[in-house]
Structures are given as structure tokens and as C-alpha cells.
């Protein structure tokens, strides 16, 4: 394409950086029990980090991405929003952007819907108009992540129990890297009604399920938070979408000990209890359709102790 439209086209070589940004951590989450956004890491420390510099370096005013959202500016700032097309936004994986960033990006694909890009692709006789959405993990190959940690991670698939929240053991499993928080197909076991896994135990091999009632909690803690306006705004009501393609859901944004720097960890109290709430996925914070921040989920908060603050 770049050849078709005469433009300059260079390969860049950041293998090392993304390895250690984003393929390592990835692995090392899920032994950790965790479950990881890499597209987040990849976006806050090489493509709008090491990518951003080198644009500079070549001489470029801005790096453009084809992300679906939207960057604007007014008297208060630059402000990033969700893509006009919200089956396709990605404002999610992008809440870490900040003034600076944001003032030297341009994202246009985030104010058409894709199926107008596909259309202007063909009207200019593109060859990747009819391409495919990318649906999989870019460093995974063909195969499925679990292969992947298969291959890189072995201990992440030692073998272990399936136990139901009072500890009855109720089945086995082929390696907690295989499961996620609030999964419920493909668990392998039948109790006549559905269940959930609720909590991972790699240190113990094990994999907790529950209830739709037993996985469903009323927050969570949040760490590594920043906030687009580069101001921690204080305790607060917000949207919150904590998957990428979960919907907002109305909370309160509340800062541990009254500090409201961005270096400390704030709690999310949920309005109403959510499920499928994973330490190591993203908590974005939504003001409407704009971005106001987000993080990286540490633990769950139970409903029994959402009156204060605190972890469970």
C-alpha cells in the first residue's frame, strides 16, 4: 500500500523492546495467576513510547496510528475519546496516553465507522480493503496462548485441582494458565448448573469455581494508574469498563488514604457487583465518551467491604 500511494516505507527493529515490555510480563503474569492486556503494554512502552521517539527522530510531526478512537483539543487540553464506531473501539487500550502524547498523535480511522474505511480503501483501489480484522495475539503465531505459554512457560500447565469455593475437590485441570477469572465454558466439570472460576491459585495448582453469585464482586484496587489530564481528579463518580469489551458501568473512584496522586492505588466500588473482574486487565475510567484514565486491576473488592475500602 505504501508503494501504491508513494510514500516512504521503513521497517523498524524493536524485537528487544518488545519482548521485555510485553511477551515476558505476559508469560509472567499468568504464573502469577493473573490475566494481562499485552496490547496495553505494547501501546504505553513501544508504540507510544519507543515508536513516538523515534518519530521524532525522523523528522515526523506525528505518529499516526489506525486506532479506533478519537483525539481532540479545546482551552482545557487534549482529550481522547471512544471511536465514533463503538463496536470497533480501542479507547480502552489507550487510557494511558497523556498531554504530551496525545498532542503529537492523530487517530482517523476513529472518526469513521470500519466499514466507511473499508469503503474509502476501495475507493482507492487498496489492496487491503478486503483484508481481515485481526482478531488474535500478534506473537502467538496460529496457535492459542496457551500453546504459546506451552512452549515458553511449561510450569504454567503443571497439572492440579479443581475445587469449588469451600475446597471440595470437584475435578482436575491441565494448568491454571488455561483459565481466566469468571470463565465459565470449558472448566471441565458438570454439576448440573453453570459455574464460574472464581479465583486462581498457581502456587497451588489450583482452580477455584463458584456461583454466578460467588464470582460477582462489588470493586476492585487499582495500581500503575494515570490519568489523561495529567490530574488525578479525587473521589469521584465514573463509568468503568474493566475488559475491553465489557460496557461501562457506572462506579466511585476512591483514592487510597486521601492521597489523589497518580502514583497511588485508588479502589473502584461498583454500583452494581460485576463479574469477570481479573487482577492483571485494565480498569478504564470513562466520563461519557472521554477518557479519564485507568490502570491495572490488582485484586478484587467483595461486596462485604465496599462500605469502606479495601482488598478481598
Known sequence: VAAQLDIP?????????????????????????RTPNPCVECNRKVRFAALLQRTELLGCDVLVTGHHARVKHDEHGWHLLMA?????????????????????????????TKAEVRRR??????????????????????????????????????????????????????????????QRKGI????????YVVRLEPANRRVVI???????????????ITFVSGQAPGEREIDVK????????????????GDVSETSEWTVLFVDPQDGVAPGQAAVFYHGDEVVGGGTITASVTRATTAGVGGG
Do not use: W
Open 121 to 182: 480503501a476501495a475507493s482507492l483501489g487498496l489492496r487491503t480493503a478486503d483484508k481481515p480484522d485481526s482478531q488474535d495475539l500478534c506473537f502467538v503465531g496460529n496457535g492459542d496462548y496457551r500453546e504459546f505459554l506451552r512452549r515458553r512457560h511449561p510450569e504454567a500447565t503443571a497439572p492440579g485441582e479443581i475445587v469449588d469455593t469451600a475446597g471440595r475437590v470437584i475435578g482436575r485441570h491441565q494448568g491454571t494458565a488455561g483459565f481466566t477469572i469468571g
Open 84 to 112: 465514533v464506531d463503538d463496536t470497533k473501539d480501542q479507547s480502552y487500550v489507550l487510557h494511558m496516553l497523556n498531554q504530551e502524547q496525545l498532542s503529537r498523535i492523530q487517530l482517523p480511522v476513529g472518526e469513521m
Open 210 to 224: 463458584g456461583t454466578k453469585d460467588e464470582q460477582a464482586v462489588g470493586g476492585c484496587d487499582v495500581g500503575n
Open 188 to 195: 471441565g466439570v458438570a454439576l448440573g448448573e453453570p459455574r
Open 9 to 33: 516505507y521503513y521497517v523498524l527493529d524493536y524485537v528487544e523492546e518488545f519482548t521485555a515490555a510485553v511477551v515476558d510480563p505476559f508469560g509472567m503474569d499468568y504464573l502469577a495467576g
Open 242 to 257: 474493566v475488559r475491553y469489551r465489557a460496557q461501562p458501568v457506572p462506579a466511585r473512584l476512591v483514592p487510597h488514604g
